[in-house]
């Protein structure tokens, strides 16, 4: 028989299928689990891409952590692997992991990227493709990350917003950087099980592109992503491509790759998308993972500053390049970028898994922690200062004073001062310690039990000055006295001798450490070189005074006034220069029948917002700091009343709680600190500080991934998820009722760790998400999100059923947050001075106040040290251009600008001009 006419190849619908697998590393099981599953299924895939070129590609979800993860087992399988990802048929990376955009800062992200793109490189090559296919939500900046690693295209589901009407649009960072991006319609898995049949194959083409309608792109394919979350691959794919095609002539089914699907797609007449995706109209963007277990966005928060906001920059300056700890900054970048997973970051995984985060974040920390030592340590052993000073180091980029705690020998008031010029230092006694420390009574040769803590001039932790030793009868009284100020400390060794020689008359000994009197002090230093360091010591000169006060239910600085209402709890703050807003720090209590993903109210909700009783207490009154508790007391419901599906009340049963805030100034400082503790036994509810603003606002600015985003007081949702105006900061929030052409006053929240903000109130009022508690990773039926986000498992971690602290700091200003200088403010309250004691080394040869780096114009997001020489990150975050201006021990930098993958972009001398919203990375010479 003759063959059927067949329509013409060229017109014929592209059906691109893309192979993959969606693999959460850890989620509602631990990682070891999910390796297991991991392990087979490229054990499977990898026999089956050799054997069956049909099968021509696979996606392994754009992540190389989990290829390192299979090696670690199977370091077998990795020559296979590196020639099918250089062949093109396993596409890899561009990520080390698959991160959430809103819950890790900038720096974790680029981290991610770059470590993800050197490994995908040395593995075959990487994805040109920023697929980004389940976070939720994606950052404004993120099409610049991905132009600055060469990638022109990415590609979403998650926070779409309803204005995009096709499957593609252009997708615009604020500094005009713009990648295409491709929608996912119908998510990753909108190809996942298809079926064994050539013709139920066509049906379902036909389908989807029945359901796509006028959002499918004109002239643009059918995009098929063939797999789901851990789904194994469909060996018989590539058979029943061909079948399919066989069969009919209106597709062209293709087995294919990303990158070779959007090579073909189209470009002309795209809508462009501006900034940020966190619209719900079409995917859920779970916005509630903000502030749910806010002790892991704490821990995250301490980790990401000890290693980008202190340990690189202080080892990347401080140490000698020989001496620069890469591997050891290798190790905690690992343990963070690994972390930044979304279910990871976002702690809606079980509570195994959460507890792993925890130790990751951690052990980074400690890493970053350890560092910092390290090189303070080194510094002061080269600082040519008398012997006992002490050298502040200033961390950040901006010059700045501060309030640091030290331990001086002696008791009375202490005088410290610049040792470059005499500026005195105020300061303030907290404590003396002193007094008896290590007793003990022995009889005979049982004393070298005893004199096993003696060590050189130590005793029991004591440097000893003198010693007393007096015999009566069988009875042999010890007294070591620890050294006191100007004192030398003694050699034991005689003493040690001659306890042993009474020891042989079977005498009973009493010894006693007597402790020379200890202060604890804090000293408000004037300020310290950015990225530098200054050197103090005794003075003659007595302690300034400074504006600090304190009394009954009020502190107050220079600047500050603030006020207690002790008949609710909130208080008041009063500018210096007449600005006044009260009522703030009102805790508002709700119930919370939702999950990990969302905050959801009970049907029939009760709200506490007003104290049963307060009592407040002064603490200190300068001249450095000045210090109130308020302890309030409030009776809120001890649990919800629902199941895995919904929640329907409150339990009619309370508990009291008492939650006690400590509220602080310190001299020169325009914001207010505080510090709320409590100890939750209360289930299923969520706990908010509510502050009234100077003005009503009609928007918010946060800080986000190298900008500061703009938002309503409104959010885009859809039929799956109410669209609550609850967002993200990552260090800050402002809410000001001015702009840069008119005149206005704000309130900025400066935040560690509490992520989650919202305007409620018509603009009237900022809510602060202290805590919310829950008890499933999902829910079927929530009252705001019909649908359940996950498995229907129920936690007990996320309850936090323990003692809780969270912190803050409160910035009334005037002007807009960038006249406010708001990431130098967050520097100010997130990042302390470092100190260290030195001096007295013979050779040391730096000067006692010194700056190898100074960066002026523009934000700073890393000094880090690689092989090729420094790199300093910065970014301008402002609307407008700038100068970027740096400079190397007092000279003009020079080097070059690179892109993040530190490929030359441009030679520079001392200075560039920065665009608006730009990111620049300098290698200096």
């Known amino acids: 028989m003759p063959e059927p006419t067949r329509r013409p190849t060229a017109s014929r619908t592209t059906v691109a299928i893309v192979p993959h697998t969606h693999w959460d590393r850890e989620w509602y099981s631990p990682f070891q689990a999910f390796r297991l599953r991991l392990v087979a299924l490229l054990d499977d895939l990898l026999p089956l891409l050799e054997r069956d070129l049909s099968y021509a590609r696979f996606l392994l979800d754009g992540q190389t952590a989990v290829l ?15 020639r099918l990802a250089t062949s093109g048929r396993l596409a890899v990376g561009p990520w080390m992991i698959l991160m959430d955009e809103f819950m890790v800062s900038g720096e974790t992200i680029v981290r991610d990227l770059q470590l993800g793109m050197a490994r995908a490189t040395e593995l075959g090559g990487a994805m040109p493709v920023g697929y980004l296919p389940d976070m939720f939500g994606h950052v404004a900046q993120m099409p610049q990350l991905l132009r600055q690693a060469g990638l022109e295209h990415a590609v979403v589901w998650r926070g779409v917003p309803a204005a995009v009407t096709q499957t593609a649009f252009w997708w615009e960072a604020p500094d005009g950087s ?65 079948e399919a095609n066989a069969v009919q002539d209106d597709y062209r089914f293709v087995v294919t790759s990303l990158p070779e699907y959007l090579e073909d797609q189209p470009t002309a007449g795209l809508s462009t998308i501006s900034g940020e995706l966190r ?38 300056l401080l140490l000698t390049p020989d001496r620069y ?54 510094l002061a052993a080269d600082v040519d200062a008398p012997a006992g000073s002490t050298v502040v180091v200033n961390p950040t980029a901006t010059d700045r004073g501060g309030v640091i705690t030290i331990t001086v020998p002696g008791d009375g008031p202490v005088q410290l001062g610049a040792l470059e010029d005499g500026t005195p230092c105020p300061s303030q006694v907290l404590r003396t310690i002193g007094g008896d420390g290590f007793a003990r009574s022995v009889v005979g040769q049982k004393v070298r039990w005893v004199l096993e803590g003696m060590r050189g001039p130590e005793f029991a932790g004591t440097r000893v000055g003198r010693y007393e030793l007096e015999r009566t009868g069988d009875v042999v009284d010890v007294v070591c006295f620890g050294v006191g100020p100007g004192e030398p400390a003694i050699d034991l060794e005689d003493l040690r001798d001659e306890l042993l020689t009474l020891a042989e008359e079977d005498v009973t000994f009493n010894i006693r450490v007597h402790n020379a009197p200890v202060r604890e002090v804090i000293v408000a230093v004037p300020p310290a070189p950015g990225f530098g360091w200054r050197t103090f010591g005794p003075v003659a000169t007595a302690s300034p005074a400074t504006g600090v006060s304190g009394g009954h239910d009020r502190i107050a600085n220079e600047l ?78 001890e649990r919800a009343i629902g199941n895995m599906m919904s929640c329907s009340r409150r339990s009619d049963e309370t508990v009291a709680v008492v939650v006690s805030t400590t509220l602080e100034v310190r001299t020169g400082e325009s914001v207010l600190r505080v510090r709320t503790e409590l100890d939750n036994r209360c289930r299923d509810h969520r706990l908010r500080a509510h502050f009234p ?32 105006p609850t967002f993200v900061s990552r260090r800050f929030v402002d809410a000001s009722s001015g702009d840069l052409d008119h005149d206005g006053v704000g309130l900025a929240v400066l935040h560690d760790g509490l992520l989650e903000y919202e305007l409620v109130n018509d603009g009237s009022e900022l809510a602060l998400t202290l805590l919310r508690a829950t008890g499933y990773l999902s829910r079927a039926d929530l009252l705001l999100r019909p649908n359940p986000a996950g498995p229907l498992d129920p936690l007990e971690g996320p309850q936090l059923q323990r003692r809780l602290a969270v912190e803050y700091a409160l910035l009334p ?100 001009a920065l665009a608006a919203h730009r990111i620049a990375t300098f290698r200096l010479d």
């Open 68 to 82: 390192d993860d299979y090696l670690e087992v199977r370091p077998e399988a990795a020559s296979a692997l590196r």
């Open 178 to 242: 713009r990648v295409r991006a491709e929608y996912l319609y119908g998510s990753y898995s909108n190809g996942r099980d298809l079926p064994d049949d050539a013709k139920q194959l066509v049906a379902r083409a036909h389908g989807y592109e029945l359901e796509l309608g006028d959002v499918r792109l004109p002239g643009g394919g059918l995009l098929l992503m063939n797999g789901t979350d851990h789904q194994a691959p469909q060996p018989w794919l590539g058979r029943v491509v061909a």
């Open 279 to 316: 619209s719900g109209a079409r995917a859920n963007v779970l916005m509630g993972v903000a502030s749910n277990r806010v002790d892991v966005h704490q821990v995250c928060a301490a980790a990401e500053r000890a290693l980008e906001r202190r340990a690189e920059p202080m080892s990347a």
């Open 325 to 378: 700890p890469h591997v050891l900054l290798g190790l905690a970048w690992r343990q963070l970028v690994l972390n930044s997973a979304h279910d990871s970051s976002c702690a809606c995984s079980a509570d195994e898994v959460v507890d792993a985060v925890v130790v990751r974040y951690q052990e980074a920390r400690q890493i970053g922690d350890g560092l910092v030592r390290q090189a303070l340590h080194a």
């Open 560 to 637: 500050l006034r603030v006020e207690v209402d002790s008949s609710d709890g909130t208080w008041s703050i009063a500018t210096d220069d007449g600005m006044r807003v009260g009522g703030l720090g009102r805790l508002v209590d709700g119930g919370d029948g939702g999950d990990t993903y969302n905050y959801s109210p009970p049907i029939d909700d009760v709200v506490v917002d007003r104290p049963e009783s307060v009592t407040v207490t002064p603490l200190e009154a300068g001249p450095v700091r000045a210090r109130v508790l308020v302890e309030s007391t409030y009776r809120w419901p």
């Open 693 to 724: 603003l100077p003005a009503p606002v009609d928007h918010s600015d946060a800080e986000c991934a190298f900008a500061v985003v703009a938002r309503g007081l409104t959010a885009e949702g859809g039929p799956h998820e109410t669209p609550l």
């Open 813 to 912: 200003h005037r002007g807009t947050w960038s006249e406010a200088d708001l990431h130098a403010r967050a520097d100010q309250v997130l990042v302390p001075l470092e100190r260290v004691r030195g001096g007295g080394v013979r050779g040391a040869s730096r000067p006692v106040t010194g700056r190898p780096l100074r960066v002026e114009g523009a934000q700073v997001s890393a000094v880090l040290r690689e092989p090729g020489g420094l790199v300093v990150r910065v970014f301008n975050p402002l609307a407008h251009a700038v100068t970027a201006r740096l400079e190397r021990d007092g000279a003009p930098a020079t080097g070059w600008v690179t892109d993040l993958l530190g490929r030359p972009q441009q030679q520079f001398q001392g200075e560039l």
